[in-house]
């Protein structure tokens, strides 16, 4: 090189100096390369991190339909006007000068005063007591936003015409912690509040109107139970990439009901924003990094015209306070038409009454269809009837029941030294007027011979009573049924008498019931009950597959012959049709013939002390090709009967699917 | 005899010319991308514009650098203690409070309206000048303890004045420049190396009272210099809490020691991120969203602007350009025929080395924050006017090189 050459000649220091010269260059160069070559990544990384927000974008809500489409769960837009913090920040600048020029002026009169008082000027170490700490300044910046802020929504305010609350708590919160996203001045506007903002305030200073996506229930309460209802829940769900936003925006997740069971299908993915963010924490700009992909549509098995009668029915038979539940099941395969609780449940949770919802009798967030446990009564005398027959019991051989002593117009059985009462005369009864008039001396003695509790639990095993049906709502209980061990261990007589007039250690719901008398309508085949028919991709015109659920899944089969199906079905028919029938409340007409069964159960506390009833009516119709089971059950702590209370309910429904089933032309209701 | 006329003159040093116009035109370009990212600087007139303004300050410097070369050296050499003493004046004048203007907790300029004159730059040339002048007598002489003692003084005199004002950047530029010129005059080796020694163990222990004395015996230092050398260092500043701080002290502390080192890290965040070839002439996002403060990305940070926006290639050009600049600087000094020309080019090459190293240095962070502006490419009038004076003294050595 020229100059070392040059250097080299004579000059020691000189040449030292250039030494040392080309050391320290060195030096910064190798320091350049490990910082901007070795560590390039990770200072972009460090940048990336401080310079951009990540927000994650929920996807749209999928809708819940009913079998004929029609919208049970969908969303609306709602409107909220927000404030862009990036466009206020020179008005927050100047309201901050003003704020602290005024209060260098209260300062500088107090030193003043200081002064004075002390007849010299103020040494430095004095002037430390008047200066403005950090917390102060801090103080004039937030009271300057607020200023801004709320004069701005002052203007608002009056260009629509509205008060626009300013909360500066909400606002100072939001500031702090979400300055890049927009801030929420004014939630949820109506059509003419937009109508005005978008006529006189649009393409101003910082204000616009952001969309939010909130879940809708178009019927009311209607199908509430069943359709469950979603919480406010932000953070990333199960199943998608674990990362963490900066920001999350509002999100759903459904706690119970269908909302839950299909939550994962119905969320779609969500979809990723990162907003590029200046040193002070406004947002620069926005990159829409993926789009949300909305969510599957989900439709039921549920037909919202019978679930109307059936709500409807209910509520006006026995008010809105009743405890009770509805179902009505396709009994061809399972699927379920209708499912009623009440009290009703709004879905929109917020909407109910928090008294209502604490109230230990109403417990309207109960769906009674599925989660809770009902002693049965008599509509479980049908299984030991059946179980009877199989056992070869001839049905036209009579019993003679004897009249109750204390009650002469009611008969009474005794087991061992226990008194049995039956609500029925006593005389002479066989199957079918036994089933009729629901004489429970008959049903008590069909049930007490040796072996007949075993075949009883084992016939009621196969309709799977006590075990669970796998519903996704996560609202079901299995009801108790005996083990053939239970029945086989200090089992004695009293407890076989009770089991025959469905009482003691047997629970069921009326999900369960539904299907059981599908089976005996049916010819026997227990179904899973269905409540989702099929899934349907949000967008018709993708080239996604309709998912379809399984149609007639068998659990399955009681495996009892016809013979013994016709006899229960002609007794069954006498119930609603004989002069001495207790559900001819239910018939309608020979269009529909209904074979049914009442049932009174009575409810006892753990003191084994009577505090109510539950009343039930079974059914399924028509007679000669069944193709619909109706179940209403009622429980209350007054008098009355399955044929007073729950048959009218039963005949309303059975009116609505005769009527429903004419217009249609002929056309059963039923999915292929 | 001899007439004036008659003297050769020799050319400019062409190479160091053409280096220090490249120095110019980067130095005008990122002014421009350090200060013209925010919209309300594209409101300003053109004559406001930093960028129009460091072109002013290059055109007056060459002006001032080009009369410089007219005359002599030997003749400025004869003004140079009466400019040296001026300065130390002008310095002493700085610190009183009605003549100095206070900025950010130091007095460093004087207003003269028109301008900030900022004395430390000059007097540093100044000392150059005067220094140079009292080592160029015979080697002879510089044997003698006195004749060191008064080298010395001659350099602690403007470095205690300088330091007052507080300015530990520029105060500090003043020792190697000092010892390198007495080193290359011939000052006997033992001095120096006792010089070395003393102020090597001084330093150390200076560092360690900052870094390790509890508070009463800590030397009288303003905060933020204390400060900047704790985090150079690495200590937190919660160990120097009283014992009974509260925990929402000690959080105050740490937050506001987050604060002290932001600088540093937004720095190396922006030199870091540059990569190889950087992301393009005012594509840097780092000064564009104001992570680096606008306060300093046109002055002490501005080679973390170049850094980012024209990555390691960026890096080494500037790197180059400077090497060149010092280096033909140090070939001038080599080839000229008295000692005089020798220490004034030296004291000039080691005087912009310093400067180059200690801003660059503090860019990523191998340095302490110091607040020594980068020669030429800073934003600043009494810097960049200094700048080209040195390179003009460099050039003046070398055109009346052969003249006697």
Redesign the interface.
């Known amino acids: 090189m020229l100059v070392f050459d040059q250097l080299k000649k004579n000059d020691a220091s000189l040449r030292m100096v250039a030494v040392v010269l080309a050391a320290g260059l060195g030096i910064l160069l190798v320091g350049l390369w490990w910082v901007q070559v070795v560590s390039a990544r990770e200072f972009q990384s460090h940048l990336d991190t401080q310079q951009f927000r990540t927000i994650r974008l929920p996807a749209v809500r999928g809708k819940i339909l009913d079998r004929e489409g029609r919208v049970l769960a969908e969303n609306q837009p709602r409107y909220n006007l927000s404030l862009y913090l990036d466009d206020f920040r020179r008005p927050f600048y100047y309201a901050y000068t003003n704020l602290f020029s005024a209060a260098r002026k209260v300062q500088k009169q107090n030193i003043a005063a200081a002064e004075k008082k002390l007849g010299r000027s103020l040494k430095r170490a004095e002037l430390k007591e008047f200066r403005m700490p950090a917390e102060q300044l801090e103080q004039l910046w937030q009271s300057a936003r607020c200023q801004v802020v709320g004069d701005t929504l002052a203007q608002l305010a009056q260009k629509l015409g509205q008060p626009v609350p300013f909360n500066a708590k909400n606002f100072n919160l939001h500031y702090a912690r979400q300055r890049a996203l927009p801030y929420p001045a004014l939630k949820n506007l109506d059509v003419r509040q937009i109508a005005r903002f978008e006529e006189k305030y649009s393409a101003s200073v910082g204000a616009d109107l952001e969309l939010e996506s909130v879940r809708s229930y178009p019927n009311g309460t209607t199908a509430g139970h069943l359709l469950g209802y979603v919480l406010r829940d932000d953070n990333s769900k199960e199943g998608e990439d674990a990362r963490a936003f900066n920001y999350y925006m509002p999100d759903f997740l459904g706690q119970v009901g269908v909302e839950a069971g299909f939550d994962a299908l119905m969320r779609g993915r969500p979809g990723e924003e990162s907003v590029l963010v200046n040193s002070l924490g406004y947002r620069m700009s926005k990159t829409v990094d993926a789009e949300p992909e909305p969510g599957d549509n989900v439709v039921l098995t549920l037909d919202l015209d019978l679930q109307r009668v059936a709500e409807d029915s209910l509520r006006t038979h026995q008010g809105a306070n009743a405890r009770g539940a509805v179902v009505v099941m396709d009994v061809r395969n399972g699927d379920v038409l209708a499912m009623v609780s009440s009290p009703a449940f709004n879905p929109v949770y917020s909407e109910n009454d928090p008294a209502r919802m604490t109230d230990e009798t109403l417990r309207p967030a109960i769906n009674r269809a599925t989660q809770e446990n009902y002693a049965p009564g008599s509509i479980f005398k049908v299984v030991v009837g059946l179980a009877a027959l199989e056992a070869g019991l001839n049905p036209e051989k009579p019993y003679t029941v004897e009249p109750n002593p204390e009650d002469p117009q009611h008969g009474c059985i005794y087991v061992g030294r226990l008194k049995k009462k039956d609500t029925a005369p006593p005389g002479i009864y066989n199957f079918k007027r036994a089933i009729e008039r629901s004489s429970n001396s008959y049903f008590i003695q069909i049930g007490l011979p040796d072996g007949m509790i075993d075949r009883i639990v084992t016939l009621a095993q196969k309709f799977h009573f006590g075990e669970k049906a796998s519903l996704p709502t996560r609202q079901e209980t299995p009801g108790d049924l005996p083990t053939l061990e239970r029945v086989h261990h200090s089992w004695r007589d009293g407890d076989t008498a009770n089991l025959c007039i469905g009482q003691g250690e047997l629970a069921v719901t009326p999900l369960q019931m539904a299907v059981a008398y599908s089976a005996i309508a049916n010819g026997g085949t227990v179904y899973w009950p269905r409540l989702v028919s099929h899934i349907v991709p949000p967008d018709p015109a993708s080239r996604q597959a309709v998912r379809s659920y399984p149609v007639a899944s068998v659990r399955d089969r009681i495996g009892v012959s016809s013979r013994s199906l016709r006899i229960l079905h002609n007794a069954m028919l006498g119930e609603t049709e004989d002069v001495e029938g207790t559900g001819k409340a239910a018939v309608v007409g020979p269009e529909m013939r209904i074979c049914g069964k009442t049932g009174t159960a009575q409810v006892q506390d753990s003191t084994n002390q009577l505090i109510g009833y539950n009343f039930w009516f079974s059914s399924f119709a028509p007679f000669e090709h069944p193709r619909y089971a109706v179940v209403v059950l009622v429980q209350s702590q007054g008098k009355g009967s399955g044929g007073l209370i729950c048959a009218p309910i039963a005949h309303d429904i059975y009116e609505a699917i005769l009527n429903k089933e004419k217009a249609g032309a002929g056309k059963v209701l039923v999915a292929n | 005899m001899f007439e004036a006329s008659t003297i050769p003159k020799e050319s400019f040093d062409r190479l160091q010319i053409a280096a220090l116009v490249g120095l110019m035109f980067i130095g005008t370009a990122f002014v421009f991308s350090a200060t013209m990212a925010n919209d309300s600087a594209a409101t300003l007139m053109w004559y406001q514009q930093s960028w129009v303004r460091q072109i002013v300050y290059y055109a007056l410097g060459a002006g001032v650098a080009a009369a410089l070369c007219v005359a002599d050296y030997h003749t400025l050499a004869r003004w140079s203690y009466i400019v040296y003493w001026a300065m130390i004046l002008c310095l002493v004048a700085v610190l009183i409070p009605h003549i100095g203007s206070m900025r950010f907790g130091a007095r460093r300029w004087i207003d003269l309206v028109v301008f900030q004159f900022q004395p430390s730059e000059f007097a540093k040339l100044a000392y150059i000048l005067a220094g140079a002048n009292f080592l160029s007598r015979p080697p002879e002489e510089l044997k003698r303890a006195k004749v060191f003692w008064q080298s010395m003084g001659l350099m602690m005199l403007p470095f205690v004045l300088i330091l007052k004002e507080p300015d530990l950047g520029s105060a500090l530029v003043l020792l190697p420049t000092g010892l390198?010129m007495m080193?290359?005059a011939?000052t006997p080796r033992r001095y120096l190396l006792r010089l070395v020694g003393i102020v090597g163990l001084l330093a150390m222990l200076f560092v360690a009272d900052v870094l390790f004395a509890p508070v009463q015996w800590q030397i009288p230092m303003e905060s933020y210099q204390r400060n900047r050398l704790m985090v150079y260092f690495g200590r937190n500043y919660t160990d120097f809490a009283p014992s009974n701080a509260t925990p929402a002290e000690l959080q105050r502390l740490r937050q506001r020691q987050l604060d002290d080192a932001y600088n540093v890290r937004q720095a190396?965040?922006s030199?870091?991120?540059?990569?190889?070839f950087g992301k393009g002439w005012r594509q840097g996002?780092?000064n564009a969203?104001?992570?680096l403060?606008r306060a300093v990305a046109h002055n002490d940070f501005i080679f973390s602007v170049i850094?980012e926006e024209e990555?390691?290639v960026g890096?080494?050009i500037v790197?180059t350009l400077?090497?060149v600049v010092?280096?033909?600087g140090?070939?001038i000094?080599?080839?000229t025929r008295d000692r005089l020309g020798?220490l004034v080019a030296?004291g000039a090459?080691?005087l912009l080395?310093s400067h180059?190293?200690i801003n660059?240095?503090m860019n990523?962070r191998?340095m302490p924050v110091t607040g020594v502006p980068l020669p030429l490419l800073s934003y600043g009038g009494s810097s960049v006017l200094c700048s080209m004076i040195a390179v003009g003294l460099m050039q003046n050595i070398h055109i009346h090189r052969k003249g006697y």
């Open positions: 390198v080193l290359v011939g190396l965040i030199v870091g991120s540059g990569g190889l996002t780092q969203l104001g992570y403060p850094a990555g390691f890096s080494v790197l400077y090497a010092l280096f033909t140090l070939r000094a080599g080839q020798k030296v090459v080691t080395f180059v190293f660059i240095g990523i191998i």
